[in-house]
């Protein structure tokens, strides 16, 4: 007989009820039809912009007109025209130490510090390492490659020197060795290669440098050294005249030593460039080395010389100079940053010819700068590359993609007016390559908020990057005169008007911006400039306490009501008598409590003079908190705007705030413990490492005395017993290295919330939440359904004084409960079926709760600048696992609700184009009422641990998914992908998911990027379209893509670099130099170096890796019929201009037989009839 069990009944029962609900779940699901699948989505990096991280070395083609930057990480950089960029990466990471192109044949050698080289196939659009070569025993200092040669020197530093043949990577067995090319006589080691180069004019001679100071000219073909050149003094770099009998050298001394190839046993000059020249004749004192020189020739007049480095030691801090020597002149150009590297670019690639300089580029550790040596002071090229990312500290980044068309034209016509002037007339110099035929037209725009309080716009539009518009915030506020002053207010060390978070309305072009001083500017876009005015201010004190005076009635069970009459803005006659007699330094005086406390005080001072302000973003309204009771305020964690509404919400861990910015007045000022209601089941509890006194059972009274409400009343910590944050721990370190650099005080004692401050026209107001206003307006007093339980908070121990640890005073700083996200939009306030949506905004805490405010907006546009508006508390929505982090709405065919918005027009304009542009103003049609007891919206949220989407009205979980349970999501966004929408992630573990809207079904989860960096965690965000970037690099930004249809059309948008260019001519030796000799000689290294004459190198020394794009490569450079005809005709032109060379040559010769043939019969005819005796 069959055993019976009970356990299976009941997990049948239980799979039974699962399966039941999965049903009515799919049900629900096929509600609501999606189109997004997996196939839709791919994820890949697309490109880099900014400046390459610690650039190490530079090289330059000058027929392709390609420059090449690399980097101490191992990256390499390519730049040619402006928008055509490229970056790879050689997988060790080891520091680039030299790079070398191979002219005008698409191909780059990269020497790395790991003593291995590598050649790159540029022929293809995302270049490829052909082949490798790590070298076993000798460390690699220097490469040399001549000019249409594939045999490549490597010197050691061992002082040997080693031959490549860059077409096959094998070496040569010819070798110089050190000890064979200094003189036998010598005892100590030359040291390591410094320099290698060919004599222009005889390329069998091979010049030599060692860092002791002794030069050696080699003979290829004898194997021996002709001559060597010995100085005293190290060598840091050697250059040649163009017709190969001097050349110069650079000295750690600061002197310039030139010779005469053929008299070694002195140099011919002496120099040094910044000595000074003692009166009696001694030689100069010393100076800085001089790391670089060049030495460049010119038909028509004296050469350059280039150098870098040479300052006397006298010159303590100034900065790094370029000095350019041509003929009697001198001149010193300061570099802001120290310079890594320069090149002289010339007009041939030819060194045996007179060079040509037309232009020296400057490679910088934080910047590139090319400077025109054809004009008078040399000034330098504009830049068109987005290099100046970095110029201050990148703070916070928001990315926007298919943006309103006329947008990238506005921005871009009020910022060409801040250009710099002074700049060459001429041409950017480096205009190699071409751009992509990508099929991507819409707008793109990056904003980035940098730490000296500049905002940047970008154009990202077709994977290009250009700055738009630049936008300075910390004009808005009195600079800090001395040290005192600026540690009197500021809560952080350095960098006060650092960004912290944006937010921009691109169809309003309203833009909302929070700095870490705790304030918020808003500002408006107009293409016309404002007259000069004050600066409107607003002064916000929130604390997390409650106060006896402004607390809610307890009496009895209440619903979420109306607020009561907001008093719109104060007028100049509404001023208190007592706001004369408060301090103020252009607004912003101080009000020190009884005890020498700071209080009322804000963190930067408003600037006291009227602003005047230029077209492009004018500030609108300022709005600052002030220190409470000696405690400053806490940084703003979120924010939103409505141009709609006319509103800004913002939040922190003490709670949010409400701005009217068009009445300019505070609407609503609550702790977060305050936006929940009487019954609401996810009431936060204090948890905080503090001991706890005896729970209060009421709110505080007044009879308790002064300090009661100190005790008592303390903000909503989120517990660390709370079963959703089973990773508290690990997620608060993260959280500590995320913040921003401050300085905060390590008390959180306050006092009760009591008043917050109006400042328009530089005046103060002042409203009290006791419901006695200190003017005539009515104060802003809000009804929210609250309960006893509501205020049963853990109180301070009295056993910790101002002077605890700092540990458990930042334990006890993260365990508040902070606002971090609010959303706009137009949905039902109640959760009864007959209701009708309306404008609200949803506010999202770092401990997952989710509550809706209701707006009450007054009837008509002509009635909003004169009647309050009122808002009220919905109660909680939703409660989810970790902090807040987007919300959205979808309407029910799962389309998103985008929140409204007012069109903009120019606030500068006429009052005929203002009234015409105000009578079209709209929101978006409301979404349709709740019909038949059925959801018509969605409400999608998701947190740092998981997503929910919730049907509205009836505020009922439709769908819920775990994201992760190990890690948690930095950044979330619900973007819009191929027609419909899906939720974008990117985790701290670095995965990047995508989930469905509304069933979220995983679409995309992939390991793209482990959180290496906070500076990723800073800056990561996604954009409509399947597109997202992140600061990769102090000074760099990686935009990646996650959909797959620009991941098949990338190879198309990406720019390339090689284009099929004729060779430059080579310079006409004339016909003596032909007919006699004494041109440029040439030599058949392949005689030399090959392995018949040579032999085999050691199987030792070095190992040949080929390389991944090897085979690919070569199918890349070699396939496509144009490539191929383009490559024949390149053929056929130098197979042609070879045979014309030896045409000439031919007829050179038969010239001079016709010649010699007359002269002869002339001689001939003159004397065959004489006797020889009459000769």
Request: hydrophobic content about 35%; aromatic content about 8%; proline content about 7%.
């Given at each position: 007989?069959?055993?019976?069990?009970?356990?299976?009944?009941?997990?049948?029962?239980?799979?039974?009820?699962?399966?039941?609900?999965?049903?009515?779940?799919?049900?629900?699901?096929?509600?609501?039809?999606?189109?997004?699948?997996?196939?839709?989505?791919?994820?890949?990096?697309?490109?880099?912009?900014?400046?390459?991280?610690?650039?190490?070395?530079?090289?330059?083609?000058?027929?392709?007109?390609?420059?090449?930057?690399?980097?101490?990480?191992?990256?390499?950089?390519?730049?040619?025209?402006?928008?055509?960029?490229?970056?790879?990466?050689?997988?060790?990471?080891?520091?680039?130490?030299?790079?070398?192109?191979?002219?005008?044949?698409?191909?780059?050698?990269?020497?790395?510090?790991?003593?291995?080289?590598?050649?790159?196939?540029?022929?293809?659009?995302?270049?490829?390492?052909?082949?490798?070569?790590?070298?076993?025993?000798?460390?690699?200092?220097?490469?040399?490659?001549?000019?249409?040669?594939?045999?490549?020197?490597?010197?050691?530093?061992?002082?040997?020197?080693?031959?490549?043949?860059?077409?096959?990577?094998?070496?040569?067995?010819?070798?110089?060795?050190?000890?064979?090319?200094?003189?036998?006589?010598?005892?100590?080691?030359?040291?390591?290669?410094?320099?290698?180069?060919?004599?222009?004019?005889?390329?069998?001679?091979?010049?030599?440098?060692?860092?002791?100071?002794?030069?050696?000219?080699?003979?290829?073909?004898?194997?021996?050294?002709?001559?060597?050149?010995?100085?005293?003094?190290?060598?840091?770099?050697?250059?040649?005249?163009?017709?190969?009998?001097?050349?110069?050298?650079?000295?750690?001394?600061?002197?310039?030593?030139?010779?005469?190839?053929?008299?070694?046993?002195?140099?011919?000059?002496?120099?040094?460039?910044?000595?000074?020249?003692?009166?009696?004749?001694?030689?100069?004192?010393?100076?800085?080395?001089?790391?670089?020189?060049?030495?460049?020739?010119?038909?028509?007049?004296?050469?350059?010389?280039?150098?870098?480095?040479?300052?006397?030691?006298?010159?303590?801090?100034?900065?790094?100079?370029?000095?350019?020597?041509?003929?009697?002149?001198?001149?010193?150009?300061?570099?802001?940053?120290?310079?890594?590297?320069?090149?002289?670019?010339?007009?041939?690639?030819?060194?045996?010819?007179?060079?040509?300089?037309?232009?020296?580029?400057?490679?910088?550790?934080?910047?590139?700068?090319?400077?025109?040596?054809?004009?008078?002071?040399?000034?330098?090229?504009?830049?068109?590359?987005?290099?100046?990312?970095?110029?201050?500290?990148?703070?916070?980044?928001?990315?926007?993609?298919?943006?309103?068309?006329?947008?990238?034209?506005?921005?871009?016509?009020?910022?060409?007016?801040?250009?710099?002037?002074?700049?060459?007339?001429?041409?950017?110099?480096?205009?190699?390559?071409?751009?992509?035929?990508?099929?991507?037209?819409?707008?793109?725009?990056?904003?980035?908020?940098?730490?000296?309080?500049?905002?940047?716009?970008?154009?990202?539009?077709?994977?290009?990057?250009?700055?738009?518009?630049?936008?300075?915030?910390?004009?808005?506020?009195?600079?800090?005169?001395?040290?005192?002053?600026?540690?009197?207010?500021?809560?952080?060390?350095?960098?006060?008007?650092?960004?912290?978070?944006?937010?921009?309305?691109?169809?309003?072009?309203?833009?909302?911006?929070?700095?870490?001083?705790?304030?918020?500017?808003?500002?408006?876009?107009?293409?016309?400039?404002?007259?000069?005015?004050?600066?409107?201010?607003?002064?916000?004190?929130?604390?997390?306490?409650?106060?006896?005076?402004?607390?809610?009635?307890?009496?009895?069970?209440?619903?979420?009501?109306?607020?009561?009459?907001?008093?719109?803005?104060?007028?100049?006659?509404?001023?208190?008598?007592?706001?004369?007699?408060?301090?103020?330094?252009?607004?912003?005086?101080?009000?020190?409590?009884?005890?020498?406390?700071?209080?009322?005080?804000?963190?930067?001072?408003?600037?006291?003079?009227?602003?005047?302000?230029?077209?492009?973003?004018?500030?609108?309204?300022?709005?600052?908190?002030?220190?409470?009771?000696?405690?400053?305020?806490?940084?703003?964690?979120?924010?939103?705007?409505?141009?709609?509404?006319?509103?800004?919400?913002?939040?922190?861990?003490?709670?949010?705030?409400?701005?009217?910015?068009?009445?300019?007045?505070?609407?609503?000022?609550?702790?977060?413990?305050?936006?929940?209601?009487?019954?609401?089941?996810?009431?936060?509890?204090?948890?905080?490492?503090?001991?706890?006194?005896?729970?209060?059972?009421?709110?505080?009274?007044?009879?308790?005395?002064?300090?009661?409400?100190?005790?008592?009343?303390?903000?909503?910590?989120?517990?660390?017993?709370?079963?959703?944050?089973?990773?508290?721990?690990?997620?608060?370190?993260?959280?500590?290295?995320?913040?921003?650099?401050?300085?905060?005080?390590?008390?959180?004692?306050?006092?009760?919330?009591?008043?917050?401050?109006?400042?328009?026209?530089?005046?103060?107001?002042?409203?009290?939440?006791?419901?006695?206003?200190?003017?005539?307006?009515?104060?802003?007093?809000?009804?929210?359904?609250?309960?006893?339980?509501?205020?049963?908070?853990?109180?301070?121990?009295?056993?910790?004084?101002?002077?605890?640890?700092?540990?458990?005073?930042?334990?006890?700083?993260?365990?508040?409960?902070?606002?971090?996200?609010?959303?706009?939009?137009?949905?039902?306030?109640?959760?009864?079926?007959?209701?009708?949506?309306?404008?609200?905004?949803?506010?999202?805490?770092?401990?997952?709760?989710?509550?809706?405010?209701?707006?009450?907006?007054?009837?008509?546009?002509?009635?909003?600048?004169?009647?309050?508006?009122?808002i009220s508390s919905c109660g909680t929505v939703a409660r989810l696992k970790g902090g807040i982090l987007t919300m959205a709405l979808l309407d029910a065919a799962g389309a998103a609700l985008p929140a409204s918005y007012e069109p903009w027009y120019d606030p500068n304009?006429?009052?005929?184009?203002?009234?015409?542009?105000?009578?079209?103003?709209?929101?978006?049609?409301?979404?349709?009422?709740?019909?038949?007891?059925?959801?018509?919206?969605?409400?999608?949220?998701?947190?740092?641990?998981?997503?929910?989407?919730?049907?509205?009205?009836?505020?009922?979980?439709v769908h819920k998914h775990n994201i992760t349970e190990s890690s948690f999501v930095l950044r979330a966004d619900v973007v819009q992908m191929a027609g419909a929408n899906c939720i974008a992630c990117f985790c701290a573990n670095g995965h990047i998911m995508?989930?469905?809207?509304?069933?979220?079904?995983?679409?995309?989860?992939?390991?793209?990027?482990?959180?290496?960096?906070?500076?990723?965690?800073?800056?990561?965000?996604?954009?409509?379209?399947?597109?997202?970037?992140?600061?990769?690099?102090?000074?760099?930004?990686?935009?990646?893509?996650?959909?797959?249809?620009?991941?098949?059309?990338?190879?198309?948008?990406?720019?390339?670099?090689?284009?099929?260019?004729?060779?430059?001519?080579?310079?006409?030796?004339?016909?003596?130099?032909?007919?006699?000799?004494?041109?440029?000689?040439?030599?058949?290294?392949?005689?030399?170096?090959?392995?018949?004459?040579?032999?085999?190198?050691?199987?030792?020394?070095?190992?040949?890796?080929?390389?991944?794009?090897?085979?690919?490569?070569?199918?890349?450079?070699?396939?496509?019929?144009?490539?191929?005809?383009?490559?024949?005709?390149?053929?056929?032109?130098?197979?042609?201009?070879?045979?014309?060379?030896?045409?000439?040559?031919?007829?050179?010769?038969?010239?001079?037989?016709?010649?010699?043939?007359?002269?002869?019969?002339?001689?001939?005819?003159?004397?065959?009839?004489?006797?020889?005796?009459?000769?």
């Amino acid at each position: 007989m069959k055993k019976f069990n009970i356990r299976k009944v009941l997990d049948g029962l239980t799979s039974s009820s699962s399966s039941a609900a999965h049903t009515g779940a799919a049900k629900e699901n096929d509600a609501v039809p999606e189109s997004l699948q997996s196939e839709h989505f791919q994820l890949c990096k697309t490109v880099r912009h900014g400046f390459p991280h610690q650039p190490s070395s530079m090289a330059f083609d000058p027929v392709q007109k390609i420059l090449a930057v690399g980097t101490l990480n191992g990256a390499l950089r390519l730049f040619g025209r402006a928008g055509v960029e490229c970056y790879c990466q050689h997988e060790s990471g080891a520091g680039v130490i030299q790079l070398q192109f191979l002219i005008n044949e698409g191909a780059l050698v990269s020497a790395l510090a790991d003593d291995s080289i590598h050649l790159w196939n540029l022929r293809q659009k995302i270049p490829a390492i052909l082949h490798s070569l790590k070298f076993n025993r000798e460390r690699i200092t220097y490469c040399h490659l001549p000019f249409q040669s594939k045999w490549l020197y490597i010197g050691t530093e061992r002082g040997n020197i080693h031959i490549v043949n860059v077409e096959s990577f094998t070496l040569s067995g010819y070798v110089i060795m050190w000890n064979k090319a200094i003189e036998l006589s010598t005892k100590t080691h030359p040291g390591p290669v410094v320099h290698i180069s060919d004599n222009p004019m005889d390329e069998g001679k091979l010049l030599i440098g060692y860092e002791c100071g002794v030069v050696v000219l080699w003979d290829l073909k004898s194997k021996k050294a002709d001559y060597r050149y010995n100085y005293d003094e190290a060598i840091h770099s050697v250059d040649w005249h163009h017709e190969g009998k001097q050349f110069v050298c650079s000295h750690s001394d600061g002197t310039l030593t030139t010779w005469n190839i053929r008299t070694p046993a002195k140099p011919t000059q002496i120099i040094t460039p910044h000595g000074k020249q003692p009166k009696d004749g001694k030689k100069p004192e010393p100076c800085k080395p001089i790391l670089k020189v060049e030495y460049k020739t010119t038909r028509a007049g004296d050469p350059f010389m280039v150098l870098s480095g040479g300052l006397s030691y006298d010159t303590v801090g100034r900065r790094a100079c370029l000095t350019v020597m041509h003929g009697k002149s001198t001149a010193v150009l300061e570099m802001d940053f120290p310079i890594v590297d320069f090149l002289t670019l010339c007009e041939t690639p030819y060194p045996n010819d007179f060079q040509e300089p037309y232009a020296v580029v400057v490679l910088l550790e934080r910047d590139l700068v090319v400077i025109d040596l054809g004009q008078i002071g040399y000034p330098i090229f504009e830049n068109p590359y987005p290099l100046s990312i970095h110029e201050s500290p990148v703070t916070c980044c928001e990315y926007f993609a298919d943006c309103p068309a006329e947008l990238i034209p506005a921005l871009y016509s009020v910022g060409s007016r801040q250009k710099r002037q002074g700049y060459s007339k001429k041409d950017w110099p480096i205009n190699g390559g071409n751009w992509g035929q990508g099929t991507q037209s819409y707008p793109e725009i990056v904003i980035t908020g940098h730490a000296d309080g500049t905002i940047k716009f970008w154009d990202a539009s077709a994977l290009m990057l250009q700055v738009l518009y630049k936008l300075k915030t910390a004009k808005v506020f009195e600079k800090a005169r001395g040290k005192e002053e600026k540690a009197n207010t500021d809560i952080v060390d350095e960098d006060p008007f650092a960004i912290q978070t944006l937010c921009w309305c691109p169809e309003s072009r309203m833009l909302c911006v929070a700095g870490v001083s705790a304030h918020v500017i808003v500002y408006r876009f107009s293409k016309q400039e404002a007259a000069a005015a004050n600066v409107q201010l607003l002064e916000v004190r929130m604390q997390c306490e409650l106060s006896d005076t402004d607390s809610p009635d307890t009496g009895g069970e209440q619903t979420p009501t109306q607020a009561s009459s907001v008093p719109p803005s104060p007028q100049e006659g509404d001023a208190p008598a007592t706001a004369s007699s408060q301090p103020s330094a252009g607004g912003n005086g101080s009000n020190p409590s009884s005890d020498g406390q700071r209080d009322n005080m804000p963190c930067l001072q408003v600037r006291s003079s009227p602003l005047k302000q230029s077209p492009g973003y004018q500030v609108e309204l300022v709005v600052q908190l002030v220190w409470v009771g000696g405690e400053p305020p806490q940084p703003i964690t979120s924010l939103a705007i409505n141009s709609s509404y006319g509103l800004v919400v913002f939040g922190n861990s003490n709670g949010m705030a409400v701005v009217d910015y068009l009445q300019q007045t505070l609407l609503l000022n609550l702790g977060t413990s305050e936006l929940y209601g009487a019954s609401e089941p996810y009431q936060r509890q204090p948890c905080s490492p503090r001991k706890a006194r005896q729970p209060s059972g009421a709110l505080c009274d007044s009879s308790d005395g002064p300090n009661a409400a100190e005790e008592r009343c303390k903000s909503p910590n989120s517990g660390s017993t709370s079963p959703c944050n089973s990773d508290d721990e690990r997620k608060a370190k993260f959280i500590k290295k995320a913040r921003m650099s401050r300085k905060i005080s390590s008390s959180n004692e306050h006092k009760p919330n009591t008043e917050c401050h109006s400042s328009p026209s530089r005046k103060r107001f002042y409203y009290t939440h006791t419901g006695t206003p200190t003017s005539s307006r009515k104060s802003v007093k809000l009804a929210f359904p609250t309960a006893n339980s509501d205020h049963n908070m853990n109180s301070k121990d009295n056993s910790f004084s101002r002077s605890r640890s700092s540990s458990v005073t930042s334990i006890d700083r993260e365990s508040r409960e902070a606002v971090c996200a609010f959303c706009f939009c137009e949905t039902f306030p109640r959760k009864s079926a007959d209701g009708v949506p309306g404008p609200c905004v949803l506010v999202g805490t770092s401990q997952g709760s989710v509550m809706l405010l209701a707006i009450s907006l007054p009837p008509g546009d002509d009635q909003r600048l004169i009647q309050p508006v009122g808002i009220s508390s919905c109660g909680t929505v939703a409660r989810l696992k970790g902090g807040i982090l987007t919300m959205a709405l979808l309407d029910a065919a799962g389309a998103a609700l985008p929140a409204s918005y007012e069109p903009w027009y120019d606030p500068n304009a006429s009052d005929e184009e203002k009234e015409k542009e105000r009578s079209r103003w709209r929101r978006p049609a409301s979404p349709p009422s709740s019909q038949e007891g059925h959801d018509s919206q969605f409400a999608v949220l998701c947190s740092e641990k998981q997503a929910k989407v919730v049907a509205v009205p009836s505020q009922t979980r439709v769908h819920k998914h775990n994201i992760t349970e190990s890690s948690f999501v930095l950044r979330a966004d619900v973007v819009q992908m191929a027609g419909a929408n899906c939720i974008a992630c990117f985790c701290a573990n670095g995965h990047i998911m995508t989930l469905s809207l509304p069933s979220l079904r995983p679409l995309l989860d992939v390991n793209y990027l482990p959180l290496t960096d906070m500076r990723i965690a800073r800056t990561f965000c996604f954009s409509s379209l399947g597109q997202a970037l992140y600061l990769t690099s102090p000074t760099e930004v990686q935009r990646i893509t996650y959909s797959q249809e620009t991941c098949d059309n990338l190879q198309e948008m990406l720019s390339e670099l090689f284009t099929p260019v004729e060779t430059p001519e080579a310079p006409n030796r004339g016909f003596f130099k032909g007919l006699f000799g004494g041109g440029a000689q040439s030599l058949d290294r392949e005689d030399l170096f090959g392995e018949t004459a040579s032999g085999k190198a050691s199987r030792s020394l070095a190992q040949h890796i080929p390389g991944p794009g090897n085979m690919e490569g070569m199918k890349g450079a070699a396939s496509g019929v144009v490539g191929d005809l383009a490559r024949a005709r390149v053929a056929l032109d130098e197979r042609g201009q070879k045979l014309g060379e030896l045409e000439e040559r031919t007829a050179a010769m038969m010239s001079s037989a016709e010649s010699f043939s007359k002269h002869a019969h002339d001689m001939m005819q003159k004397y065959k009839d004489k006797k020889w005796y009459q000769l």
